[in-house]
Structure formats: C-alpha cells, structure tokens
C-alpha cells in the first residue's frame, strides 16, 4: 500500500507560479512511476503530467507543456509539480498519483494509488 499527500496548492494571481510536492510513504519509492492530474468542477479528472521511476521520462498534457515541470526526488520520496505562468482556466484540485509500472503513464485507470488533492486556485 502506498499513502500520498499533496501540499502546495492555493490561490495565486494569473501570471504566478505554484509548487505542489506529493509525499509518498508506504513502498519503494523509487520504484513508482508518478503522475498529477487535475479535476475542475462539472469536469473529468484529467492527465497533467508523469514521470517515470526507470528512466525518468517525462510527459505532459499539451495544455501544460512549456508551463508546468514534474520531477522527483527519490532521496526524499517526493514527487513535485512547478507550474508557472498560471492561467484561470488551471484552477483545479490538482491530484497525485502513483503506479506500480516502470515507464511514464497518462491513463488515469493504470494508476494505482492516488492522494486526496489539493486546491489550485487562480484569479484573472
């Protein structure tokens, strides 16, 4: 069993730049390919972005690609989403979540574990 708890949300101007960290606890840290995704009201929970335990490759949601950076730092079992250049329509529960695979994974039902999420809030 893994347990992930996300921080860092909050409410940032349009423009801004937010950090949200997952902390993982529960197993092998290292060994767990990453992800966070992203749910507004009315909306599906959707892919924003992935790193993979084995290699460290990265993918990212085309509306986020140039903004927002994921890494990871094993060391301290963390995973981590910097998103800059904020817009309105980023204001989400942001998600993280994690999978028992080795390579980078978008698909929301190939993860197995997900946190309770956090609250990204972004005024025009």
């Known amino acids: 069993q893994v347990q992930l708890v996300e921080s860092g949300g909050g409410l940032v101007q349009a423009g801004g730049s937010l950090r949200l960290s997952c902390a993982a606890s529960?197993?092998?840290?290292?060994?767990?390919?990453m992800g966070w995704f992203r749910q507004a009201p009315g909306k599906e929970r959707e892919f924003v972005a992935t790193i993979a335990w084995s290699v460290g490759t990265t993918y990212y949601a085309d509306s986020v690609k140039g903004r927002f950076s994921i890494s990871r730092d094993n060391a301290k079992n963390t995973v981590f989403l910097q998103m800059n250049s904020l817009k309105p329509e980023d204001a989400a529960v942001y998600y993280c979540a994690a999978a028992n695979r080795p390579f980078a994974v978008t698909i929301k039902s190939e993860y197995d574990y997900w946190g309770q999420g956090t609250q990204v809030t972004v005024s025009s």
């Open positions: 529960g197993r092998t840290f290292s060994r767990l390919t």
